[in-house]
């Protein structure tokens, strides 16, 4: 039978020309990031784009593995989830294979290396090329790995292809499993179960794999973003020598030229945002648990898609889109033959589009692949040859008939441009022409129709203002908006022009369009705009997980059925600028009522909201609003003059009062610490015990945050915080969201910033009771119980 072993714990690592002796490197676990922890070096050749980390060296990973018994006509395999990159695996000194492009899975067979014993495993992973990855990419081993032992005649998870078709007039489905063996033998007889989510079995059949099984199932449960019910598929060797299971979910999918995205029939917006890997304080180094507390803080204002950008992401997001419920829009690469991936293309597409695919067509959240953003030479023959060749290998490899696009930056250039000097990659902003841009709009559609002549869906960033041009040329294709602002759209005559008519609200206004992805949906590490800032601030929330203005913004369109809400922000231009790329950013609205260093001034607000109508009850007076839906873009605007003390909103439905929220000016500079839950309206602490599972190297964040002596938030501390613990957990990081700042993540003290700073604890598995606290000169501390069990 079938044996996996996650091999995460037990690794040494080392750098340099050559790996230390065994037993002298330093004691490590996956997954593991070597560069997150190194200094900010300024300056630093591509350090915008590695957030000034020293990325650059050899890294060496070294386990010993014990096999007890090398069972006849069994076969051992390494299965890497990604290493970045070039890495090279050895076994008892021999070379079983290895990966150069670091995101794309891959998988070893090293059986003829294996002994019985103890087996030594080495793998040297290099990072010397540029240009690197626009964003922060880490180093080293950062996702799951795994030993599978399975018989010498065995499946493959990866070969199995699911085709269903949904009736919803009878509520039955109908499924067709087959194998599709590239470069293996095939495995003839296959029996296939499929189980609810009660373990009930709904369906059987048993047949030959090649051919392909018929299923059908009644009363089916449909998997939505709202519903994400899940099925799991068993796949088995009639003998029960070996067997894989999937989970699915029962959909259906289709992206209609005039309504849009239909989810099982019904008209769904894709509300998204794009997300890079990292997770900022602990880098690339991404466990599933903390990717979960992303996608739930998302999900929580009413987000169900995302565009997972520019790259494959870990097995692990995929499978938290199906279970959580969220569209995906998955790409495998960046540019082709330009930036970081042009050392690999030529050699490599078609294995890393064939990887992506081929371990995720079978989700039920991946809706769309795309083949590129952004790329050299946009509706250049040469491109337009490139292109044809992806989107026609992404149909053969997924013939299940997902639609397949290609992400377009809004600017052109014509056939004629000279693209040496810069490698064909035309700039994101406005800030100057490139070589024969096309700047006629009618011109540039024309552009964009060479594309999706060949794409099944029309993939634009930025380019909300020539969607009408666009759908009158291309009527048969919907719209996609792959990135999207947060708060401005262009003008006809070009990309940027600081018009706040909110681009998130054009998929309600015009139904052709899909939906879109902001760009994005937390802060990243990498493509920043200078020193010091070392990432891009311009997403909707923090690295540390603190909203800001746009998140809740977005809560108000996403949600707009949803619990009533309001939530009270000040424009305040006394917060240090972030080197945010300008029409990516959005005013400073913050949620705070502390102005010290004014007298009478008078502030512009902002109220984002879910309801009718709103009062706004001023320390002194009264201030009436419109309805909501008379403000431009449903967002309640205005100014209010500066007095210290209480701001109430209150939010009406039907003309009934369904939420308030207080926002209270400090009465005394902060004195105490609280842990709170920081994604949260109005900040509540946490629970007085909080529980986490057994699981060894669990990690979670907290933060914490400051009071006055009546127990309200001081918005403006900015004092350094020490993180203490005690019980069966230790301190991995600390953040505190300002990417603007120096200060090292992997210590225990990190000044606030905004009156918020966090830490990362990772947990031993051992159950038990965990104190964790919280100190800062001249205030009281804080102190959490988390007990694990």
């Known amino acids: 039978m079938r044996t996996v072993t996650e091999l995460m714990d037990s690794w040494e690592f080392s750098s340099g ?205 449909l998997w939505s973003a709202e519903d994400p019910y899940l099925y799991t598929l068993n796949v088995a060797l009639p003998d029960g020598s070996d067997a894989i299971e999937q989970r699915i979910g029962l959909r259906d999918v289709k ?18 945002v794009c997300l890079h890997q990292d997770m900022g304080c602990v880098g690339s180094a991404a466990k599933k648990e903390l990717i979960r507390a992303r996608l739930e803080e998302l999900k929580a204002i009413g987000c169900n898609g995302l565009r997972l950008a520019h790259h494959v992401h870990p097995r692990e997001m995929l499978d938290l889109a199906d279970e959580l419920g969220f569209y995906v829009y998955s790409e495998p690469f960046d540019k082709w033959q330009s930036g970081h991936y042009k050392r690999y293309f030529e050699a490599g597409w078609c294995y890393d589009l064939a990887a992506m695919i081929r371990r995720d067509r079978n989700r039920p959240s991946v809706v769309m692949w795309g083949v590129g953003n952004e790329v050299e030479n946009q509706a250049k023959r040469s491109m337009l040859a490139i292109l044809r060749q992806l989107v026609d290998e992404a149909h053969r490899l997924d013939p299940t008939g997902r639609p397949v696009g290609c992400a377009m930056s809004p600017h052109f250039q014509s056939e004629a441009a000279d693209t040496s000097s810069s490698e064909g990659i035309i700039q994101a902003t406005d800030e100057a022409l490139a070589d024969h841009e096309i700047e006629d709009p009618a011109e540039r559609v024309e552009r964009i129709k060479l594309i999706a002549d060949i794409t099944d869906v029309t993939v634009l960033n930025y380019s909300e203002q020539w969607y009408d041009r666009v759908h009158a040329m291309i009527p048969d294709k919907p719209i996609f908006g792959s990135e999207v602002y947060q708060w401005f759209v262009g003008h006809d005559l070009q990309m940027q022009d600081y018009i706040s008519e909110n681009p998130n609200l054009v998929p309600e206004e015009k139904e052709w369009v899909v939906g879109g992805t902001i760009w994005a949906g937390f802060d990243y590490l990498g493509e920043s705009m200078g020193w010091p800032s070392k990432g891009w601030s311009g997403a909707l929330v923090r690295t540390n997980g603190v909203p800001k203005a746009g998140y809740w913004l977005m809560k108000s369109y996403w949600q707009a059925d949803g619990e009533p809400f309001v939530h009270f922000m000040v424009a305040d231009y006394s917060q240090p600028d972030e080197n945010v790329k300008e029409h990516w950013d959005i005013p400073p609205f913050v949620g705070h009522w502390h102005f010290p260093q004014f007298q009478r001034g008078v502030m512009p607000y902002m109220v984002a909201t879910n309801c009718d109508e709103i009062r706004i009850l001023h320390p002194y007076r009264e201030l009436f609003c419109k309805p909501v839906r008379e403000y431009p873009n449903r967002v309640v605007t205005g100014y209010l003059p500066w007095h210290p003390g209480t701001l109430t909103v209150i939010g009406y439905r039907d003309g009934k009062e369904v939420c308030r929220e207080e926002i209270v000016t400090p009465v005394s500079p902060a004195v105490s610490l609280q842990f709170a839950d920081i994604a949260a309206l109005g900040r509540p602490a946490l629970p007085e015990v909080v529980d986490v599972p ?63 700073a966090s830490v990362m604890l990772r947990f031993t598995g051992e159950a038990g009771r965990v104190v964790l606290s919280a100190d800062a000169a001249g205030m009281q501390s804080a102190s959490q119980t988390i007990v694990v069990r």
């Open 255 to 272: 992206l209609d030229p005039d309504r849009g995205m239909l989810i099982n029939g019904v008209r769904t917006v894709f509300r998204g």
């Open 17 to 221: 020309e050559r790996p230390a002796p065994a037993g002298e490197g330093t004691a490590i676990n996956l997954p593991h990031d070597w560069a997150i922890n190194r200094p900010m070096v300024n300056p630093m050749d591509w350090g915008v784009d590695q957030a000034f980390r020293d990325w650059w060296g050899i890294g060496w990973y070294r386990r010993t593995l014990t096999i007890g018994e090398l069972a006849e006509g069994h076969r051992f395999y390494l299965d890497f989830d990604g290493v970045y990159e070039n890495s090279t695996v050895t076994v008892n000194g021999v070379e079983v294979g290895g990966q150069a492009y670091g995101y794309s899975p891959f998988r070893l067979d090293i059986t003829n290396a294996l002994k019985a014993g103890d087996n030594e495993i080495l793998i040297r992973v290099e990072n010397l090329d540029a240009p690197t990855d626009r964003w922060y990419s880490g180093a080293g081993i950062y996702r799951t790995v795994k030993l599978i032992e399975v018989p010498e005649r065995h499946l493959d998870e990866r070969d199995v292809l699911v085709s269903q078709q949904v009736d919803f007039a009878a509520q039955a489905a109908t499924l067709t499993i087959s194998m599709d063996s590239e470069d293996r033998p095939t495995v003839g007889e296959i029996a296939v179960t499929l189980c609810d989510a009660e373990d009930n079995v709904v369906g059987e059949v048993r047949g030959d794999a090649a051919s392909g099984l018929t299923l059908q199932v009644a009363d089916v449960h």
């Open 694 to 756: 057994a699981e060894r190297g669990y990690e979670q964040l907290f933060c914490v945050q400051c009071l006055d002596t009546d127990g309200n938030p001081v918005f403006r501390e900015s004092t350094s915080v020490r993180f203490r613990v005690e019980g069966p957990a230790e301190i991995v990081a600390v953040d505190n969201g300002n990417l603007m700042g120096n200060e090292p993540y992997g210590g225990d003290a990190i000044h606030m910033y905004q009156g918020v």
